[in-house]
Each structure stands twice: as structure tokens, then as C-alpha cells.
């Protein structure tokens, strides 16, 4: 029990501390010279970046830099875990938390982060296949139905915890820890939640190459 409760620990900062890496604020700056944090949303993730610079190169490499930093620690941490006698599974849903934490609170940048989609996506598919299946299908028919990346990201999110219930899981600590995950996430949509229910939210679309100063210009 003692070696567990040390993986709990380290899990725990190590996640948080790579998770607090930001691609969108570093490549924003180095790249343009402006922070992300002051454009469009002012939310430093894939999505907007996307909105305020286009489809470029750089965007994509936004999305690998959070998909980097939370597939190192968890997939470390989950074999750590399984190695010690312990879930594989709830290695992996714990420290994707805290890379998630880390990515909404970072201490890097005065704790002011993103929503944690990319986190959690990343995280899903260590915890088990096929809820992360459930999860990518929830994510793509609502996103390409209805072109509302938050809702897509929500509902996709929420099904986790509930799906993992039906698939079965080796830890009892599992769904609880997917649950504060999706809550998380949802915690960190509230502002889309409002605009969703004014009607003011902007949709989004995936291959758009358009960059918001563009269609500034355009205007």
C-alpha cells in the first residue's frame, strides 16, 4: 500500500506539471508574437488558436504538443501502476486528471489555462478502448451534426463515466475519477454553456482555413 500511495503522489505532480506545458501560449509567442490568452476567446487551446491563426501548420502543432504532454505521464504512470499490482486503468484516469488540472491551472502561466479537452482525449484511450471508442463517436457525430466544438467535447465527456459502467473496470476508484474528469471539463465550459443557451456560441469547423484575422480583413 505504502508504494501505492507514493505512485498517488508523484502521478499526481508529475501529471499536473507536464499538463501546465502549453502549446498554444508557446507557439502563439514564439510564432507571433502574441499571446493567445489576449485573442478570440481568450481561451489558450486547439480550438481557438485555430480561430485566430488559421489552419497552419503551427495549429497542429498545438494539438500533438497537449496530446504529448499528457500521453508521457500516462502512459508512464499507467504501467507503474499495473507494474506494482495496481490498475492499469485507474493509473491511467488519475494521472489524466491531473494533466488536465495541470492544463486548466498551470502553474507556468499564473494558473490561467485551457479547457482540458485534449487532456482527457488523450487520457480516455489508456483507460479503456472502448469507452474511448464511445467517447470518439459521441465527439464526431455531435460535432459534425451540430458544429459546436464545446458541446461536442461535453457530451463526449459525459459519456465516459457512464459508459465505463457498462463495460466493466478493475478499479472501484475508476468511474469516480472519470467522473470529476468530465466535471472538470464541463467546470471549464462555462462560459460556452451561457453562450450556448443565449444562442451566441460560434461553431466550428475542422478543416476551415480561415484564421479570424482573415475574415477581418475580409470585412
Not at 24 to 41: Q, V
Not at 156 to 161: H, N, Q
Not at 182 to 187: G, K
Amino acid at each position: 500500500m505504502t508504494i501505492f500511495y507514493v505512485l498517488i503522489l508523484i502521478s499526481a505532480i508529475t501529471g499536473y506539471l507536464f499538463g501546465g506545458i502549453n502549446g498554444a501560449i508557446i507557439l502563439s509567442k514564439t510564432l507571433y508574437g502574441k499571446d493567445i490568452r489576449e485573442y478570440g476567446s481568450k481561451n489558450p487551446g486547439f480550438t481557438n488558436y485555430k480561430r485566430v491563426f488559421g489552419n497552419g501548420v503551427s495549429t497542429w502543432c498545438v494539438m500533438l504538443i497537449d496530446i504529448a504532454k499528457t500521453l508521457v505521464p500516462v502512459l508512464v504512470f499507467s504501467n507503474l501502476f499495473a507494474y506494482y499490482n495496481h490498475s492499469y486503468a485507474f493509473g491511467a484516469a488519475f494521472t489524466g486528471l491531473f494533466c488536465m488540472i495541470g492544463h486548466a491551472y498551470p502553474v507556468w502561466y499564473r494558473f490561467k489555462g485551457g479547457k482540458t479537452f485534449m487532456a482527457f482525449a488523450t487520457t480516455v484511450w489508456f483507460v479503456d478502448l472502448r469507452m474511448a471508442l464511445v467517447f470518439l463517436a459521441v465527439f464526431l457525430i455531435v460535432l459534425f451534426t451540430i458544429k459546436f466544438m464545446s458541446l461536442s467535447s461535453m457530451l463526449a465527456a459525459t459519456s465516459c463515466p457512464v459508459s465505463i459502467l457498462f463495460f466493466g473496470y478493475d478499479h472501484k476508484a475508476v468511474p469516480f475519477v472519470l467522473l470529476a474528469c468530465a466535471a472538470l471539463l464541463i467546470c471549464r465550459h462555462k462560459e460556452n454553456i451561457i453562450r450556448l443557451a443565449k444562442g451566441t456560441e460560434s461553431k466550428f469547423s475542422l478543416f476551415s482555413k480561415k484564421s479570424m484575422q482573415s475574415k477581418k480583413t475580409e470585412a
